[in-house]
Each structure stands twice: as structure tokens, then as C-alpha cells.
């Protein structure tokens, strides 16, 4: 049997990493400055996580939720009071993906209402409602497609005109677009934006999937605007690589027994993995860290020619061109060993564990400027 041929590969063997760095079956060395797509981060192997994970699986690896399972408690306080949502509600889930679909059907549910509104550029999953809720038809099969979905650009009229229509449950957004190319609104947006679900009756879902965890320089990116939503989805950095997903709940949602169900989510050994993040973004500091490492990249990407814009926040990081990347990030890879992401034709994507410092950063600046003076000499 051969693999489902999705995935276009870089011809890179990872057997092996710490920190921020990886290295092949040949012991070539790689800086990661994407994190599996910003799902590492507190850094590869880290030792608290490598501990407690073993501990864990050690004693009990799995069961259903069908019995306690104290840590998920401990989880759940852990993360209450470093996101500042100790008034809300955890249910535990396995992606980011999950966990939107999730947030969509509990706003569905709490409101009676079938649509919803999403941005244009969006990524939201690959799942049934989540994939009708990206921007992307290429990926919307048939039977995805019929699901109600309002896509817009960032224009409060066009929000209220919808709206108006009466059958919105919810509006879904991204505080920074991540597929889309590191994409932000306004704060003043997000700010009306909040307003007017409030007193439409429409639930307001940050996908914090990748944003999320301390990427942005705040534990949750939508902070920066000064706002709550009412569901707020996370996966990717969560689990530092290990499959968890969940979705913060206001108050105002009341839960009863089967109204959302996994059979996976909330394990032993995922929340295990969760506990020891946030364990380690606390203990290293690492929102303060990702907020000082984004203000040193941007100061260090000015000063160069070909680049039109440095967007993002913390972490969280795009750099657009003026020309296709597609060489740049080959080369970066092939010339350079190092990793980093993409968005569109222009746009290098950095993502990199929250536990990079300078010196990692200094590397690649300086890669960087050597291809971009090649480029401009020809």
C-alpha cells in the first residue's frame, strides 16, 4: 500500500530535534523557523514535556470520557489563568479543525440561527462546516457546499446588512490570518465588531488555532484589540505537536450531557502535553519573549530593499516581496538550512517556537540578505 498523495514534500528527512533546531537521517543540521506550521511551541523535546509525557504514559495513556480524568481539570484551571478566561468553560477536542466545527454548532445551537459570516481569506479546517467555512473553493467539496456562509471582506456595513437578515448565529474570524498571509484587522474593527454581535445576538468566534498560546505576544491574539469573544478556538501550539484542540466557552452557553462528544479528545496523554505547555510559557516566559523577538524581526526586516511589508504580531510574522518567493524559500532551505513558510506567491511566513532567540533570528537575517543581494545584482 502506497501513501494518499496530498502533500507536496521537501526532499528534508527530520529524525531528530530540540529547540529550534532539527537535524536529517544524514545529521545535517536545519533552523526551524516555521514549527510545523506554528504548531511547536515551547521548542522541540523539550524536557518538562518529554517528562511529562513519559510520567504519564507511564501510569494510563487512555480513557474514554466516560470516567474522571483529574488532569483535564488541571488543565483547565492552568489554562484559565494564564489566558485570563478563568470565567469560561473548556471542552477538549483533537484539532483546530475540530474545534471550530465545535464553536459553529455550539453558536447554532445557543442561537437557532444556520448562518454564519466569515472573511474573505479565511482558513478555518477541512472538516464539513470549517471547510465551507474557508475561503479557498478549490478544497469546498459538493457536499460541503451547502452549509450558509457569508463571506465578506473587513466592512462593518456589509456585517450589518447581513445581519439584518436575521438568521446569523455567529460571526468567525482569524485576529491574524495565518494561511490568508498574516492578514490583521483593525483593532478599531474588531472593537465595532464585537459591539454589533453584542447587540445583534450574534456569537462573535475567535479562531485562535493559530494565533493562539502566546504566538502573537499576548496569550490570545484578539487581546491586542481589548475585546472577549463569546467561543474562542485553539489546537496548534496547545499541544507542542502532540493532537489536542479545545474551545473556551462564555458563561452565557449552558452545557447538557451530549450536546457536543469525542471519543479522543481531553486524553490522558494529550492533556498531559497541554499541561506541560503552559507549565513552560510560564515558567520561561514566553509571550514576553515572542512579543520581544517579533519587535527585534521587524526592526531587522526594515532595513532591506524588495520587501513591501512586514506584517503580524509577536511570533507571528509575514514578510511580502515585491517579487514570487518561491526561490527565496528554496534556497533559504537548500542553501541555508533553513525552514520557513509560505502564503500566496509573495509572502514568507515566520513561525517559529516561542523559545527562539536572537541569535537563531541573526541567522537568518543574515541568510536573508545574502539571497536578497543576489537577487537585486542578478
Not at 290 to 304: D, S, T, V
Request: proline share 4%; glycine share 10%.
Amino acid at each position: 500500500m502506497k501513501l494518499f498523495d496530498v502533500y507536496p514534500l521537501m526532499n528534508v528527512t527530520p529524525v531528530k530535534a530540540k529547540d529550534c533546531i532539527l537535524w536529517d537521517e544524514n545529521g545535517k543540521e536545519y533552523l526551524d523557523l516555521y514549527g510545523g506550521h506554528a504548531v511547536i511551541s515551547i521548542g522541540h523535546a523539550h524536557p518538562h514535556y518529554v517528562q511529562k509525557i513519559t510520567e504519564q504514559l507511564n501510569n494510563i495513556g487512555f480513557y474514554s470520557n466516560s470516567v474522571q480524568i483529574p488532569i483535564q481539570t488541571e488543565l483547565a484551571e492552568k489554562l484559565g489563568k494564564l489566558s485570563g478566561y478563568d470565567d469560561y468553560t473548556l471542552f477538549l477536542c483533537n484539532s483546530g479543525a475540530e474545534a471550530n466545527e465545535n464553536a459553529a454548532k455550539l453558536a447554532s445551537f445557543h442561537t437557532g440561527k444556520d448562518r454564519i459570516i466569515a472573511f474573505n481569506g479565511a482558513f478555518h479546517g477541512r472538516t464539513s462546516g470549517t471547510v465551507a467555512l474557508t475561503d479557498n473553493p478549490k478544497i469546498v467539496a459538493p457536499f460541503n457546499a451547502h452549509h450558509k456562509v457569508s463571506f465578506v471582506d473587513y466592512n462593518i456595513d456589509a456585517i450589518k446588512e447581513i445581519i439584518a437578515g436575521g438568521d446569523v448565529a455567529a460571526v468567525i474570524y482569524e485576529p491574524i490570518q495565518g494561511v490568508g498571509g498574516i492578514i490583521l484587522p483593525s483593532d478599531e474593527f474588531v472593537q465595532e465588531l464585537r459591539t454589533i454581535c453584542t447587540a445583534n445576538g450574534v456569537i462573535l468566534i475567535a479562531d485562535e488555532v493559530q494565533s493562539g498560546y502566546g504566538r502573537s505576544g499576548k496569550f490570545f491574539a484578539h487581546q491586542h484589540s481589548d475585546i472577549k469573544a463569546d467561543l474562542i478556538t485553539m489546537a496548534k501550539g496547545m499541544g507542542n505537536g502532540f493532537p489536542i484542540g479545545g474551545v473556551l466557552i462564555s458563561p452565557e452557553f449552558k452545557a447538557s450531557y451530549g450536546l457536543l462528544g469525542t471519543t479522543f479528545g481531553g486524553n490522558h496523554l494529550a492533556c498531559a502535553a497541554a499541561v506541560a505547555v503552559l507549565d513552560v510559557i510560564e515558567q520561561e516566559n514566553l509571550v514576553v519573549n515572542a512579543k520581544e523577538i517579533g519587535e527585534y524581526i521587524g526592526i531587522q526586516l526594515n532595513k532591506f530593499p524588495k520587501i513591501q511589508e512586514v506584517r503580524g504580531r509577536g511570533s507571528m510574522i509575514g514578510i511580502e516581496f515585491d517579487f514570487p518567493i518561491n526561490e527565496l524559500k528554496n534556497n533559504l532551505l537548500t542553501k541555508h538550512n533553513i525552514f520557513v513558510g509560505y502564503a500566496g506567491t509573495n509572502v514568507i511566513r515566520l513561525l517559529p517556537p516561542l523559545t527562539i532567540t536572537k541569535q537563531y533570528v541573526d541567522k537568518f537575517i543574515s541568510a536573508l540578505e545574502t539571497e536578497i543581494n543576489i537577487i537585486i545584482n542578478g
